[in-house]
């Protein structure tokens, strides 16, 4: 009786140990910094030393208060090797003052107006047959779909970026880090 209460106890120790590990609301570690999910998406961007580029971009575009505001936001945030994969001279034109309309559209492009973590997207996404429409703030159609198992956002031009870090919880909403950078149609 004393081993069957023992195992029984074990047991459902070891199955809640499982699923707080499973769903823990820790966040994950971005560009080697914690991501504090009561902070905003501005707050915790700052600190990812992978998203240095897009955190001088948002300034550049006069985009800070805005997505530090309530929100609620989903960011698909593109790192340094994202940008830096651009045409060269790219970054350093669109970060120039009277290239600013065409930097924001672009980082605009990136943000949806609602908290969406991947389980919500990957649903909405078989539900409308393997292609989801993600309408941006900045007036881009992106198409989300699931290729050999990674959620994959393309853009107006028919790119393709990967959400390589999902699920950035943030008091405004969601950041999904991506490996390549959102451009619209010309």
Same mark, same amino acid.
């Given at each position: 009786?004393?081993?069957?209460?023992?195992?029984?106890?074990?047991?459902?120790?070891?199955?809640?140990?499982?699923?707080?590990?499973?769903?823990?609301?820790?966040?994950?570690?971005?560009?080697?910094?914690?991501?504090?999910?009561?902070?905003?998406?501005?707050?915790?961007?700052?600190?990812?030393?992978?998203?240095?580029? /897009? #955190?001088?971009?948002?300034?550049?575009? *006069?985009? %800070?208060?805005?997505?530090?505001?309530? !929100?609620?936001? &989903?960011?698909? @945030?593109?790192?340094?090797?994202?940008?830096?994969?651009?045409?060269?001279?790219?970054?350093?034109?669109?970060?120039?003052?009277?290239?600013?309309?065409?930097?924001?559209?672009?980082?605009?492009?990136?943000?949806?107006?609602?908290?969406?973590?991947?389980?919500? /997207? #990957?649903?909405?996404?078989?539900?409308? *047959?393997? %292609?989801?429409?993600?309408?941006?703030? !900045?007036?881009? &159609?992106?198409? @989300?779909?699931?290729?050999?198992?990674?959620?994959?956002?393309?853009?107006?031009?028919?790119?393709?970026?990967?959400?390589?870090?999902?699920?950035?919880?943030?008091?405004?909403?969601?950041i999904h880090v991506i490996?390549?950078?959102?451009?619209?149609?010309?």
């Amino acid at each position: 009786m004393k081993r069957t209460i023992f195992a029984a106890a074990t047991a459902a120790l070891l199955a809640t140990t499982a699923y707080a590990d499973n769903h823990s609301m820790k966040n994950p570690m971005v560009g080697g910094a914690e991501m504090f999910p009561e902070k905003n998406i501005v707050e915790n961007a700052v600190n990812s030393a992978d998203h240095t580029t /897009l #955190v001088a971009a948002v300034q550049a575009a *006069g985009l %800070v208060d805005v997505l530090a505001g309530e !929100g609620p936001f &989903t960011v698909f @945030a593109p790192t340094n090797d994202a940008f830096a994969a651009l045409p060269e001279g790219t970054v350093e034109t669109l970060l120039k003052p009277e290239n600013k309309d065409q930097l924001t559209k672009i980082l605009t492009c990136h943000v949806v107006a609602a908290d969406v973590m991947s389980e919500a /997207l #990957v649903g909405m996404i078989e539900e409308d *047959g393997g %292609v989801h429409d993600v309408p941006t703030v !900045g007036g881009c &159609t992106l198409k @989300a779909m699931v290729k050999d198992g990674m959620v994959m956002i393309e853009d107006e031009q028919g790119n393709a970026a990967m959400v390589t870090i999902a699920d950035v919880d943030q008091s405004n909403g969601v950041i999904h880090v991506i490996d390549k950078v959102l451009l619209p149609a010309m």
